[in-house]
């Protein structure tokens, strides 16, 4: 089983609805992030959790918020979508401490393929 | 504030050829981690190194070999007699030791190996 999971993989939804991406994780990681990929943009970060009490906006916020129901699970919604959020959404986990040999490594979902019509 | 910057948005080269995708980064910290990804057309994103700042020694791995020279803030990224399983947008990325920020990534080089 993959150690990082996003659900959905794929989500066509209209403008103005609600939605709410997913991510689970199995590797015991306190920190959990939200990237958006558009084409020729990289990934640009929107929220990220150092811990279940912690959230922070990271460079594209807006129009997007976050829950932190469990240190395993970090939820991305989009309370009114809109068609320039059509994008490509990864979540991703990392160690906490320095003493971690795999410190500051990322590791990411699978990524969910957003489309607002 | 960091930074890194990806000036080749697309390189197409022919199979067996060499190719290097350049890297430079701006940070005030001393101490970093610099990482490069790989995204296949399948869309994830797999890792392939992480570099620490103190660690200015290339590294060679199979066909890949990175190299990293702080004087010119550069971690270049070289596939040796590239393969069409190569083609795929490749993702620099820095992070600082202080693990208080979050990765910053690059925005990106696709890659195209034709046959």
């Known amino acids: 089983d993959a150690d990082v999971t996003q659900t959905p993989r794929n989500r066509i939804t209209k403008t103005g609805k609600r939605i709410m991406l997913e991510c689970s994780q199995t590797k015991g990681h306190d920190r959990m992030y939200w990237y958006r990929q558009d084409p020729g943009l990289g990934l640009r970060l929107i929220y990220y959790s150092f811990d279940v009490k912690d959230i922070n906006k990271g460079e594209i916020s807006d129009g997007y918020s976050v829950s932190r129901q469990a240190q395993a699970k970090f939820s991305l919604s989009l309370e009114s979508a809109i068609p320039n959020q059509t994008a490509l959404y990864f979540c991703?986990?990392?160690?906490?401490?320095?003493?971690?040999?795999?410190?500051?490594?990322?590791?990411f979902g699978p990524g969910t393929r957003l489309t607002v019509l | 504030a960091q930074k890194v910057t990806q000036a080749q948005t697309e390189i197409s080269v022919v199979e067996k050829e060499d190719v290097t995708l350049d890297c430079v980064y701006e940070?005030?910290?001393?101490?970093?981690?610099l990482f490069w990804y790989k995204q296949p057309p399948s869309g994830e994103l797999v890792f392939l190194i992480r570099?620490?700042?103190?660690?200015?020694q290339n590294e060679i791995s199979g066909r890949y070999s990175w190299n990293f020279q702080k004087s010119t803030s550069s971690f270049n990224f070289t596939i040796t007699a590239s393969q069409v399983v190569d083609s795929a947008v490749y993702f620099c990325a820095l992070i600082s030791n202080s693990g208080n920020t979050p990765l910053v990534f690059g925005k990106g080089t696709r890659l195209s190996v034709i046959a």
């Open positions: 940070t005030r910290d001393t101490t970093y981690y």
């Open positions: 570099r620490n700042s103190f660690d200015e």
């Open positions: 991703a986990t990392s160690p906490p401490t320095s003493g971690s040999p795999l410190y500051n490594e990322q590791f």
